[in-house]
C-alpha cells in the first residue's frame, strides 16, 4: 500500500506541475545537449574506425615518380610490413557537361581483377571497373552527386596530355577519400573535384606506367614501429623520386577528418558541459527556493515525529521525480537530436552507413550529473529547515528586517513610490537570494550566447580570410613547379587584369623534437593578393630573408622569432634547410610558412620557378578564363575565391552551425525554464504578503507591479551580466577548440547579444504574464484565513 | 477531597518541570518568553493554561511537546529528562507520545482528511484505525474531502484526529478555537472533551479564551512568563454549556 508520505509527494508533485515541468525542461536542455554531442561524436569515431576496419584503411602510404614493379618484393620485406600494394595514381583535367569552370580528379588504380587489398571500394552504385573495355571507371560518390552523374554517363578527361572518353561503371566511396581535397585547396569542393578509379592495365598503359608504380598503400604488423617502417620505405624508395612515406597522420582524408573530429569533440564536450553545469546550478538554486516555501509543512512533519531522515527523503525523492522526467525528456530529445544530427554527418562524409547509438553510459553520466545537482539542491535546503525546532520553523519566520534602502539613503525616496521602495528594499534585504536570480538569469542569457555566437566568429573569420586577407579572383595551380613563362601566358589570356605568381614547397618544420609537415608559399614582394596579417589586423610584407610562420604553428612547434626552422622540403632532391623565423602571423585558417618568393627560390636553389598565380580578372570574362584555361594541361586546378567562400559556408553550415543551432533551441528552453521558475517561486514566497495588500485596496496591477517590477529588475540587471559570463565561456569554448584546419576568433556581434536578450525578456514576459494571471485570483479570504 | 485531589493522588505525574526559563535571540533584541515556571501535570486531567498573547503559553507548550527545547531549568516526561534529550530522542518522543493540535490546524493541504491521519498512524507504534479517529470526532462522513473542502471547524476536528490516532498519553493544543467561531468551537472542544474522557489522554490546551477554562481540572494563569495563579475547578461546565 502506498504510505501517506508518499501520497503526498505524489500529490504536491502534481500541484506543482507547471513549475516541475519548467525545471524538467532546464534540466532536458543540459542532458539532451549533453546526450546529442556525445553520441554524436562517438557514433562518428565508431563509424570511422568501423569503415577503416571493413574496408582495410592502409597504415602508410607513399607517392614517387616511378618505380619498378619489382620494387615490390623489397617492399614486403621490410619488418612490419604484412601487406603492401602497388598502384598508379593519374592527376586528371575533366571536362563535365555543363560545367564550365576547370574540374581535375585524381584517378587511382585499381587491380584487373576488382577489389584492392587495401582501401577497398564500398560500391553505391553499378560496379568495379573491368580492364577490358579501357575506359571504364568508377566514380567517387560526393563527386557523383554533385554533378548528378551515375553509372552509364561519360566524362571527357585529359591523361599524360591525351584526352580520352571514359565511362562511368560504378560510383563508391572508400576510407581513403571520406575528405576529398584537390592539391593546394583547404576547403572541399567537390565539383571541382574528383576521385576516379580505373583499372591498374589501362590506366598504366594511359599513364606510361606499364610494369611500374607511383605510389604505394601498406598494411603493417600490429607490433610494426611505424616510424622505422616509414624510414624504412623511404630509404628504398628514395632514388625513384619519393616525396616521403608517412602513416595515418599525415594522410589527407584522414587528418582533415581527425580535425574535424577533433573540433567536434571539444564542440561535443565544452557545450554540453557548459550547458549541464549551468543547468545544474540553475536547478540547484531553482530546487532551494522551492523546498525553502515548504518550511512550514516540513515542521508540521517534524512535529508528528517523522524524522529528518525520512523528510529529506521526502522531497529528495519529489525532486527526482522531476529530475527522471527532465533525463527522460533530455535523453530523448538529445537521441533524436543525435541521431537527426547523425545523418546530416553520414551524408556530410558520405559514410556507408552511420552506426548511430546512445550509449547507456552518456544517458547515465547525464542523469547522475543532474540527479547529484538536484538532491544536493534538496538536501540543503531540507536540511536548514528540518534543522530548526519544529516550533521555530512553524512560527512564521519573523518578519524580515528591512532597511531603509541605499537609494533611498541616498535622497532618491522621494522619487520612489510606496511599492517602488517594497521592490528595492526586497532586493537588498535578500542580497544573496537577489543575486543568485541575477545569476540564473545571467547564466540563461549566457547558454544563448555562446550557443549563438559561432556564426559571428565564422562570419569574421570568412571576412578577413577572403575578404582582406585574399584579393585574388581565381588561384590557379599547375601540376608540376614551372616558369614565369606559366604566368606571362595567364596574363596574356583575354579579361585577365592581373596576375601574382606563387610557389608552394611542401615541407616538413622541425623544431628541437617536435615536427609538422605542411607547406611553404613563396609570396612576391610587396605583392597585393595575398595579404598577411597581424592579430591586430595589420599588413605585414613577406621579409627578404627568413619566414613568417602562422601563429597556431609557431605555438605548435614551439618556436619563437629568431629561432632557426629546420625545414626538410618534400619534394625533388628533397634538401634539407635551415630558416630563420623572422616573425608570425595570424590565420584563421590552415597553417602555412611564408617567404618572399626570390627567397624561397633562394632556398631551393632554383630560378624563378613558381607553382602558381593569384589573379584578377573581369567578371564577365570568367568563362573565357575557363575555357582558355582548359588548354592549358600544366594547369592542376584553380579556385575561385567566391567559390571557396561559399564551400567554407557549406562545411561550416552543416557542422559548427547545424551543431549551434541546436544548442540554440536548448538554451532557449534553459532560459525560459529558469525565469518560470524564480517567477513562480516568488508569487509562491509573497502570496500572503500581496494578498494583505489587495485586501488592504491595493489594486491588481498595483500588486502585479510589486512583484514583476521586482522580476523585471532582476531580469535587466542578469541580461548585461550574462553578456560578460557568455563572452567567457566563448572565450573558454574557443581555447579548446583550436584545430589545424580552423581557429575561431572571439567574436560577438551585437546582433547575437540582442537575440539572446529578447530570448530572455520575451521568457520573462511570458512568464510574468502566466504570474500575473495568478496574481489575479489571489484568495483574499483565505489569506486572511491563515496564519501570517 | 475534591475530585481533583483525588484524581492527583491517585495518577502519576506525566510532566514535572523546573525553573523552567526560555529566552529568544531575535538578533538586536532578546525576549524572555518564560521566567522560571514550577509545573507538574498529571496523568488523565484536562489543563487550560490561560494568558495573554506573550505571556509565554505556546512557548511552554512547545517546551513539553518537545519541539522547542528550554535555555534553563528541566523538564520532564514521566521521568526522562526532555531538556537535554537529544534530537532523535526528541522525535522519537514526539512520534510515540504525543498528539498537537495547533491553531491553524497545518493540515496538508495535498492529503485528504483520512490520509492527513494516515500519515500519522503509520509511523506511531499502536494507532487507532484512521477511520475510527475520524469518527470520535464526527467526521466519518467527510474522510475523502481535502482541506479546502472543509470549514474551519471541521478542518481542526481533522487535526484532533490527527492528534489522537496514535493514542498519545498526552495532547498539547495550542489555540485550537482561535480560528474559529464560537459554535463550531464549542464542537471542537467536545471533541477534545470525548477524548480526554474516553481515553484518559492528557490534555493541555493553552487559550487567551478564560470561558474555555471553566471546562478544565485546572486552570493556569500565565503572564510575562510566570504562573501567576493556579485554580482549581470544583465544578467543570461540559463545553457545550460554555459561550462567548
Redesign the interface.
Known amino acids: 500500500m502506498i504510505s501517506s508520505l508518499t501520497l503526498k509527494m505524489l500529490r504536491d508533485l502534481w500541484g506543482m506541475k507547471g513549475q516541475a515541468f519548467a525545471i524538467a525542461m532546464v534540466l532536458a536542455g543540459g542532458v539532451a545537449t549533453f546526450v546529442m554531442s556525445r553520441s554524436v561524436f562517438e557514433s562518428l569515431t565508431l563509424t570511422q574506425t568501423t569503415f577503416y576496419r571493413d574496408y582495410q584503411f592502409a597504415d602508410a602510404f607513399v607517392s614517387l615518380k616511378r618505380a619498378p614493379e619489382s620494387m615490390r618484393t623489397r617492399l614486403a620485406e621490410i619488418p612490419g610490413v604484412q601487406t603492401v600494394e602497388t598502384r598508379v595514381m593519374a592527376q586528371a583535367s575533366v571536362q563535365v557537361l555543363g560545367y564550365e569552370q576547370p574540374v581535375t580528379a585524381i584517378i587511382v588504380s585499381q587491380p584487373d581483377h576488382g577489389q584492392p587489398i587495401l582501401n577497398q571500394l564500398h560500391v553505391k552504385a553499378g560496379e568495379l571497373a573491368s580492364p577490358a573495355a579501357g575506359n571504364e571507371i568508377v566514380i567517387s560518390e560526393a563527386f557523383a552527386s554533385a554533378h548528378g552523374l551515375k553509372p552509364g554517363d561519360s566524362l571527357l578527361a585529359t591523361i599524360n596530355g591525351r584526352q580520352r572518353r571514359l565511362r562511368i561503371v560504378g560510383v563508391a566511396i572508400t576510407p581513403e577519400f571520406i575528405y576529398q581535397l584537390q592539391p593546394g585547396a583547404i576547403i572541399p569542393d567537390f565539383k571541382a573535384f574528383g576521385v576516379f578509379w580505373m583499372a591498374r592495365t589501362p590506366l598504366a598503359a594511359a599513364y606510361d606506367m606499364e610494369g611500374a608504380f607511383n605510389n604505394a598503400v601498406f598494411r603493417l604488423d600490429a607490433a610494426a614501429k611505424e616510424p622505422d617502417v616509414v624510414k624504412a620505405i623511404d630509404l628504398l624508395l628514395a632514388r625513384y623520386g619519393s616525396v616521403g612515406a608517412h602513416g595515418r597522420y599525415y594522410q589527407t582524408s584522414h587528418r582533415y577528418l581527425t580535425e574535424e573530429f577533433k573540433g567536434l569533440n571539444q564542440m561535443a564536450i565544452m557545450f554540453p558541459v557548459i550547458f549541464l553545469s549551468v543547468a545544474a546550478f540553475l536547478l540547484n538554486v531553482v530546487v532551494s527556493r522551492l523546498i525553502a516555501t515548504q518550511r512550514e509543512q516540513v515542521a508540521i512533519l517534524k512535529a508528528f515525529g517523522y524524522t529528518t531522515g525520512a523528510i529529506v527523503w521526502h522531497y529528495v525523492s519529489l525532486i527526482l521525480m522531476i529530475t527522471a522526467l527532465g533525463a527522460a525528456m533530455g535523453i530523448a530529445a538529445g537521441a533524436s537530436l543525435g541521431s537527426a544530427m547523425s545523418s546530416v554527418y553520414m551524408d556530410y562524409y558520405r559514410f556507408p552507413y552511420m552506426l548511430f547509438h546512445v550509449s547507456p553510459s552518456i544517458a547515465l553520466t547525464a542523469s547522475a550529473i543532474c540527479s547529484v545537482a538536484a538532491v544536493s539542491g534538496v538536501f540543503y535546503s531540507v536540511y536548514a529547515a528540518a534543522r530548526l525546532p519544529p516550533a521555530e520553523a512553524m512560527q512564521p519566520a519573523p518578519p524580515a528586517r528591512y532597511h531603509v534602502s541605499f537609494a533611498e539613503r541616498m535622497g532618491l525616496g522621494r522619487l520612489l513610490s510606496q511599492p517602488s521602495r517594497m521592490i528595492i528594499r526586497n532586493l537588498e534585504r535578500r542580497p544573496v537570494k537577489s543575486m543568485l536570480s541575477v545569476i540564473g538569469v545571467a547564466f540563461a542569457c549566457a547558454v544563448l550566447v555562446t550557443g549563438q555566437f559561432f556564426g559571428d566568429s565564422a562570419d569574421y573569420l570568412v571576412d578577413l580570410q577572403f575578404r582582406v586577407s585574399q584579393r585574388d579572383d581565381m588561384t590557379i595551380t599547375f601540376i608540376e613547379p614551372a616558369s614565369r613563362a606559366a604566368m606571362h601566358s595567364v596574363l596574356a589570356m583575354r579579361g585577365v587584369n592581373y596576375v601574382e605568381p606563387f610557389r608552394n614547397v611542401p615541407a616538413d618544420f622541425r623544431f628541437e623534437h617536435r615536427h609538422f609537415r605542411t607547406s611553404i608559399q613563396g609570396l612576391t614582394p610587396n605583392g597585393n593578393m595575398h595579404r598577411l596579417l597581424t592579430r591586430s589586423i595589420k599588413q605585414v610584407d613577406t621579409p627578404p630573408d627568413g619566414i613568417l610562420l602562422t601563429d597556431h604553428l609557431a605555438g605548435m612547434l614551439g618556436i619563437g622569432v629568431g629561432d632557426l626552422l629546420t625545414v626538410e622540403v618534400l619534394e625533388g632532391s628533397r634538401p634539407v634547410r635551415q630558416v630563420p623565423v623572422v616573425g608570425v602571423v595570424n590565420e584563421w585558417i590552415g597553417v602555412y610558412g611564408y617567404m618572399q618568393l626570390p627567397a624561397l627560390n633562394r632556398m631551393m636553389r632554383e630560378g624563378s620557378a613558381i607553382t602558381g598565380v593569384y589573379l584578377t580578372a573581369d567578371s564577365d570574362a570568367q568563362s573565357q578564363i575557363f575555357r582558355d584555361l582548359k588548354e592549358i594541361p600544366r594547369v592542376a586546378g584553380s579556385t575561385l575565391r567566391l567559390q571557396a567562400l561559399r564551400n567554407f559556408y557549406d562545411t561550416m553550415a552543416q557542422q559548427m552551425l547545424f551543431f549551434a543551432f541546436f544548442n540554440t533551441i536548448l538554451a532557449g528552453s534553459i532560459a525560459f525554464g529558469v525565469i518560470y521558475n524564480s517567477a513562480r517561486i516568488a508569487l509562491s514566497e509573497r502570496s500572503r504578503e500581496l494578498a494583505s495588500l489587495r485586501v488592504l485596496g491595493y489594486t491588481r496591477g498595483e500588486i502585479s507591479f510589486i512583484l514583476l517590477g521586482e522580476l523585471a529588475v532582476l531580469t535587466l540587471a542578469g541580461i548585461p551580466l550574462g553578456f560578460v559570463i557568455g563572452r567567457s565561456l566563448g572565450a573558454l569554448m574557443l581555447m579548446g577548440f583550436q584545430t589545424e584546419l580552423y581557429r575561431f576568433p572571439l567574436i560577438i556581434q551585437h546582433s547575437t547579444y540582442a537575440f539572446a536578450a529578447t530570448v530572455v525578456l520575451v521568457s520573462a514576459l511570458l512568464s510574468g504574464w502566466i504570474v500575473r494571471r495568478k496574481l489575479d485570483h489571489l484568495d483574499l479570504v483565505a489569506v486572511l484565513k491563515t496564519k501570517e | 477531597m475534591s475530585a481533583l485531589s483525588a484524581l492527583q493522588s491517585d495518577q502519576k505525574v506525566v510532566f514535572h518541570a523546573r525553573d523552567l526559563r526560555k529566552v529568544y535571540d531575535?538578533?538586536?533584541v532578546q525576549v524572555h518568553a518564560l521566567r522560571g515556571i514550577d509545573l507538574d501535570l498529571f496523568a488523565g486531567e484536562l489543563v487550560v493554561m490561560l494568558g495573554a498573547s506573550g505571556s509565554g503559553k505556546?512557548?511552554l507548550l512547545?517546551i513539553l511537546?518537545g519541539?522547542?527545547?528550554a535555555t534553563a531549568g528541566h523538564v520532564e516526561y514521566l521521568g526522562k529528562d526532555l531538556t537535554t534529550a537529544d534530537?532523535?530522542s526528541l522525535?522519537?518522543?514526539?512520534?510515540?507520545h504525543?498528539g498537537?493540535v495547533?491553531?491553524?490546524y497545518?493540515l496538508?493541504p495535498?492529503?485528504t482528511a483520512l490520509?492527513?491521519v494516515?500519515?500519522?498512524t503509520?509511523?506511531?507504534n499502536n494507532p487507532m484505525r484512521p477511520q475510527e479517529a475520524l469518527a470520535l470526532v464526527g467526521l466519518a462522513d467527510r474522510m475523502d474531502h481535502f482541506p479546502s473542502q472543509l470549514s474551519?471547524g471541521q478542518q481542526q476536528r481533522v487535526a484532533i484526529a490527527?492528534a489522537i490516532a496514535k493514542r498519545p498519553q498526552v495532547l498539547l493544543c495550542d489555540e485550537p478555537t482561535g480560528?474559529l467561531d464560537s459554535a463550531t468551537g464549542i464542537v471542537v472542544l467536545e471533541a477534545l472533551d470525548r477524548v480526554n474522557r474516553e481515553l484518559g489522554t492528557t490534555t493541555a490546551v493553552i487559550t487567551h479564551n478564560a470561558d474555555i477554562a471553566q471546562m478544565a481540572h485546572r486552570v493556569i494563569h500565565l503572564s510575562d512568563g510566570h504562573i501567576s495563579e493556579v485554580h482549581v475547578n470544583d465544578q467543570r461546565k461540559r463545553p457545550e454549556e460554555l459561550s462567548w
Open positions: 531575535m538578533g538586536e505556546s512557548t512547545n511537546g519541539l522547542d527545547r534530537d532523535r522525535t522519537e518522543y514526539r512520534r510515540h504525543v498537537f495547533f491553531q491553524f497545518n496538508i495535498s492529503l490520509e492527513n494516515s500519515i500519522v503509520e509511523i506511531a474551519g490527527r480560528a
